[in-house]
Structure formats: structure tokens, C-alpha cells
């Protein structure tokens, strides 16, 4: 990313301070503005700062170190409440309770801990057969909670008895694809190459239905319900029949990866692949009806409209419609200047939606593929619920809800270490040297504020008010977020 925009875009510190000590008067000057740093070379953390937590109310904020030192801020004048030891080494999990008033770790140790934050004790701890405690939440208004280890589990902990009541095992790799088939069932694939059914208020919640020699990337399920297939990366396709829960037939065993699939009816499945074909499949014999060629790069995505034409969308930054029964390209639509990853359809079905790596959302007439400009916006979309995620070259947007990506932004700069999102308006990130304003829709740089500590972790509260970022020096600092188009946030009470 383009860390120049440090320099100008950097906002005033308004105060760096010991424990407890009050704000300065004046107003904030740019969108992102330190508050305090918690906690003097006293009370400050022993080692990196690994995990935080803020309160729903922003009031409480937990940090947890490599240490196993857990303390307990008030996150308003920043007064160290709580300095708690118990883990053996790392914190690697927090949560809060929505009151602040309890928190639950999870460590390296393989212990869950359950904490009084307004009395600063240790109720329960709980034991993780998994290993390593990965991540924490309460659950069932408070009264539970549910763990994630290393090996994959999911455990629900029962904090009275301080004890993982039950644990499932799923994917051994990162879930690619998670399709709902009704009220109480849906399917996941994943990186393993496992295809798995999942059935809530039973008691066998979930089961293997079966396994491709490489990633799943996709799965289709057809408009009656009865009848899945997936792809992936061992360049076959599989077909599953979902009433008796068993494996149907393979077919499509031809070199290259599959991308995306869907249904065109309940007897034809359209797929795209690395090598830019777009195929037209005939169940149940999975007989190839047309191998179709326009694209010059891999098609990355499909979507099938109420009229029966298919709309592709692929790394020659095209997307393409399809004459299906005919098995001919309709027209290809230049329009986004980078690779296309998702394509879907509006309610009515009159616009086919296109979303790109360049950050445009574009809006197509189903009918004559004219560009009619830009899509709705993804907080108009039907229950958008969008997650940020980074690694160390990229920064992204991921629709949760209609599994694609929104946006994808690589980083020139530092490497990224983690992002937060407030409201769908914008993200926070934190990188080695500077914390980062983006914009929700494009990815864009808002703002960024260099910050000489190594942020390792961030939290940020539920109003998108307040930030927490932990540092590898060891200490916690506090920022007040207001991007250019808010007006400001209030002044919080001493």
C-alpha cells in the first residue's frame, strides 16, 4: 500500500500518557487520533501483545501477552483494573461479555479461563483435549461459551462446570464453500477435499459424505434440492444425492481446476475452469454437451439467469453471456480493469451484478448486456454480512453471505497483520509501522497514521468509535476513529 499517504494524511496525537491520565483538550485533527497509551513502564504488559478485547459499551478492555498475563483496562481513562496470571504461556483468544463484566480466554496452553473482571479472580478453567485454544466467544446470552483449538474442533464449554462439554471435528483445512440446502441442513467443502453434511438438532450433527484428491472449490446444488455436485482442483467433478446422503457418480475427468459451478435447470450444470473453458454438463450421465471457448485467461465464476443464459466472469477482466441450449457466447462486456471473481443476479433478475478485483461493482442488462453503471451498493444488497480478512500481501472484503469476495487490495507496503470493520462504511488495518483507514466499498486508503511500535493486534468497538491496538513493544494504545465523511464522535467521558 502506499505508505506515502503516511506523511499527509497522519493525524495529531492527542495525548501519550501514563495510567489514568486525562485527555487533552483539543479536538481530534485528523481521522485517526491517539488517545493514550495504557499503562506506564510499571504496569505496562512483560511481552508482546498478542490478543485484545473491548467491551459492547467500549468501557472495559482486556489484553492478553506471550507472557500468560491477562490485565483488564478501563478503557475510558485508561487505569489498569486487573493484572490476572494463570496461563502457562501465550493468550491467544479473548472475549468479553456484553456487560464487561467476565472474560473468557483461551491460551497455548490448552485451557479455556473464565474470569471476573469487576472483582479481578479466576472462576473456572476448562481443559481443551484439541491442544492450543485459537478462539473464544460467549454464547447463549452469556451463560456459555464455544472454543476453537488447533486440531480444527469446535467445543461448547459449559462455564459453570468449568468443563468442553462437546466437540465437533470438521475440516481439517479451511472451509472453501458452505451452501444451505434448508432450515436445519447445508453442506461445506473445503480445502481438504472433504464434502460434509451438517444437520442441527440431531444427534449425529454432521458426516463425511465423501472426498476429492485435491480442493473443493465450489459447490452447486440443484433447484429441487436433490442433488449436489463439487469441483475442484483434481479436475473432476462429483455428484452427490442429497436424499440418500451418498455419492452418485464422477465425471469431468479432464486436466485443470474447477472454479465455479452452477445449475441450469435440474438436468444441466454449467462450470469454469483455469483454462478460461466455460462447460455444459448433462445429468445424471454427466454427459459434456459443449465445451465452450472465449475467455483468454481463467474463468473464475458463473451465474445462471432466469432466462437460462450463463454469465461468466474471468481474469481477462471480461465477463462473458452464453447461450446455454445453443452452446455460443452471446457477447463478452469489457468493463472492469482488473480480473472479474464474482457474478450474480439481481432479485428480478433483469440486471446480472459483476464484481472486481478493481473495486467496481457493475450493474449489466440481463437482456441486451448493456452497461447500465454501477450495482446498488453491497449494504442494498439482500442480507450482505461481510467479514475483512488479510494475510501478509493482501488486504480483502468477503461477502459471508453470497461467498464471494468484494474487494482485494495488495500491500506494497508493510506487511498487514490484521483488519477490523465497523458498520460496512470502512476497515481498520494495522500493518508493521502505520494504522490503516480504508474505504468499505473500494479498499481504498482513507488514512493512515504511522505508528513507530509494531501494532501486532487490534479490537475495535461495535460503534467504530473506538480502536485498541496491542504492540510488540508491550504496550496497548487507544485511538479514536473519525473518517472524513462522519461527523465527529463524542467526546468520551472521564
Not at 32 to 58: C, F, N, P, Y
Not at 359 to 382: F, M, T, V, Y
Not at 469 to 480: C, E, F, K, Q
Request: aromatic share 6%; glycine share 12%; proline share 6%.
Amino acid at each position: 500500500m502506499r505508505m506515502a499517504l503516511a506523511s499527509s494524511l497522519a493525524a495529531a496525537v492527542l495525548g501519550v500518557s501514563g495510567c489514568g491520565a486525562p485527555l487533552r483538550d483539543a479536538p481530534p485533527v485528523g481521522p485517526i487520533a491517539e488517545m493514550r497509551v495504557l499503562g506506564s513502564d510499571l504496569l505496562r504488559h512483560t511481552s508482546t501483545v498478542v490478543t485484545l478485547a473491548l467491551s459492547a459499551d467500549g468501557r472495559r478492555l482486556a489484553a492478553g501477552d506471550c507472557g500468560g498475563n491477562l490485565k483488564v483496562f478501563d478503557a475510558r481513562s485508561g487505569r489498569l483494573l486487573h493484572s490476572l496470571q494463570g496461563h502457562e504461556n501465550t493468550v491467544i483468544a479473548l472475549a468479553l461479555s456484553a456487560d464487561g463484566t467476565r472474560a473468557l480466554s483461551g491460551g497455548e496452553d490448552g485451557t479455556i479461563r473464565l474470569w471476573d473482571a469487576v472483582e479481578g479472580r479466576l472462576r473456572t478453567v476448562a481443559r481443551d483435549p484439541g491442544g492450543a485454544v485459537w478462539s473464544v466467544a460467549f454464547t447463549g446470552h452469556d451463560r456459555g461459551a464455544s472454543a476453537g483449538n488447533e486440531r480444527g474442533d469446535i467445543g461448547m464449554v459449559d462455564l459453570d462446570r468449568g468443563r468442553v462439554v462437546s466437540s465437533f471435528r470438521g475440516h481439517s483445512d479451511r472451509v472453501s464453500r458452505i451452501r444451505v440446502l434448508d432450515r436445519l441442513r447445508f453442506l461445506t467443502a473445503g480445502f481438504d477435499g472433504q464434502l460434509r453434511l451438517w444437520a442441527a438438532r440431531e444427534k449425529d450433527a454432521e458426516r463425511l459424505l465423501g472426498r476429492h484428491d485435491g480442493a473443493i472449490t465450489d459447490i452447486a446444488v440443484s433447484p429441487d434440492g436433490r442433488t449436489a455436485v463439487t469441483g475442484g482442483f483434481d479436475g473432476r467433478l462429483r455428484r452427490w444425492d442429497l436424499e440418500s446422503e451418498t455419492a452418485a457418480g464422477v465425471f469431468g475427468e479432464t486436466k485443470g481446476n474447477y472454479f465455479g459451478m452452477a445449475f441450469a435447470g435440474k438436468n444441466r450444470i454449467i462450470t469454469v475452469k483455469d483454462d478460461g473453458a466455460v462447460e455444459v454438463w448433462r445429468l445424471p450421465e454427466g454427459a459434456l454437451d459443449h465445451r465452450l471457448a472465449g475467455h483468454h485467461d481463467a474463468a473464475w465464476c458463473v451465474a445462471v439467469g432466469p432466462d437460462g443464459r450463463a454469465w461468466t466472469g474471468g481474469a481477462d477482466n471480461t465477463i462473458r453471456c452464453w447461450d446455454i441450449a445453443g452452446g455460443r457466447e452471446l457477447f463478452p462486456r469489457p468493463g472492469h480493469q482488473h480480473e472479474i471473481r464474482a457474478v450474480a443476479f439481481s432479485p428480478d433478475g433483469a440486471q446480472c451484478w459483476s464484481e472486481g478485483r478493481d473495486g467496481r461493482r457493475l450493474a449489466w442488462n440481463a437482456a441486451s448486456g448493456a452497461l447500465l453503471g454501477d450495482a446498488p451498493p453491497a449494504e442494498k444488497a439482500p442480507a450482505p454480512r461481510f467479514q475483512p480478512l488479510c494475510d501478509s500481501a493482501t488486504v480483502a472484503l468477503w461477502d459471508d453471505a453470497d461467498r464471494v469476495l468484494k474487494w482485494q487490495k495488495p500491500c506494497a507496503g508493510p506487511p498487514v497483520a490484521a483488519v477490523a470493520r465497523a458498520d460496512g462504511a470502512f476497515c481498520v488495518a494495522i500493518s508493521e509501522s502505520a494504522i490503516l483507514l480504508l474505504d468499505g466499498a473500494t479498499g481504498d486508503i482513507l488514512a493512515a497514521h504511522p505508528d513507530a511500535r509494531s501494532p501486532t493486534c487490534l479490537s475495535l468497538s461495535p460503534d467504530g468509535i473506538t480502536l485498541a491496538v496491542g504492540h510488540r513493544d508491550t504496550t496497548v494504545a487507544l485511538y479514536r476513529i473519525h473518517p472524513p465523511d462522519r461527523d465527529p464522535p463524542p467526546r468520551p467521558t472521564p
